[in-house]
Every structure is written in structure tokens, then in C-alpha cells.
Nanobody, 118 residues
Framework: QVQLVESGGGLVQPGGSLRLSCAISGSISNINFMGWYRQAPGKERELVAA???????NYEDSAKGRFTISRDTAWNTWYLQMNNLKPEDTAVYYC????????????WGQGTQVTVSS
């Protein structure tokens, strides 16, 4: 069993920054991909950023240049640094994990609310 727990959400003004964290525990030896999704009200859940065990990253277009995904050296926590936040970034953010590049995101956190508003 794999458990993911997010933290770090909150209310921030436009142009501000937040860092989300996701702690993973349990049977994690086969986890090779970690990611961050978000879901805004009335919209589908979308992949914002992902990182693999080689440190290769990819980003959704609106996140490029503003968001950075990273992980600690022990491979049990990963982060989403979000800078220059915009109101359209408001959403529930979920961390997710999977074992293979073409597999489903099988493991999910509970979500953390990010609200960007003045």
C-alpha cells in the first residue's frame, strides 16, 4: 500500500508564491513517476507537472516558467514550487504517483486547496 499526503495549500494574492509538498510512504520501491494534478470548479482534472526517477520533468503549458517540480534525495517527498500565481491557478491540487510511464496514476493524495485572490 502507498500513501500520499499533501500540504502547503492556502490563500495567496496574485503574483505570490506557494510551495506544495507531498510525502509518500508505504511500498514505494516501484514508484518511478510523481506528479501534481489540479482540478478547478467545473473543469476536468489536469496534469500540471511530473517528474520521474531520473529527474526528468514535464509541465503543462501554463505552468512552464512559473512552477517547478522537484523531489528530495530520499525520493520520499516531492514539491511543487509555484511562483507568479494567477487567479486561474485556483484549484484543488493533488499529488499522484505511478510505477511506469504508460501506466495509470494509481496513487493519489487527498488534495489541498490553492486559492489565488486579492
Amino acid at each position: 500500500q502507498v500513501q500520499l499526503v499533501e500540504s502547503g495549500g492556502g490563500l495567496v494574492q496574485p503574483g505570490g508564491s506557494l510551495r506544495l509538498s507531498c510525502a509518500i510512504s508505504g511500498s514505494i520501491s516501484n514508484i518511478n513517476f510523481m506528479g501534481w494534478y489540479r482540478q478547478a470548479p467545473g473543469k476536468e482534472r489536469e496534469l500540471v507537472a511530473a517528474i520521474n526517477n531520473g529527474g526528468v520533468t514535464n509541465y503543462e503549458d501554463s505552468a512552464k516558467g512559473r512552477f517547478t517540480i522537484s523531489r528530495d534525495t530520499a525520493w520520499n517527498t516531492w514539491y511543487l514550487q509555484m511562483n507568479n500565481l494567477k487567479p486561474e491557478d485556483t484549484a484543488v491540487y493533488y499529488c499522484a504517483a505511478k510505477t511506469s510511464w504508460n501506466g495509470n496514476w494509481a496513487y493519489w493524495g487527498q488534495g489541498t486547496q490553492v486559492t489565488v485572490s486579492s
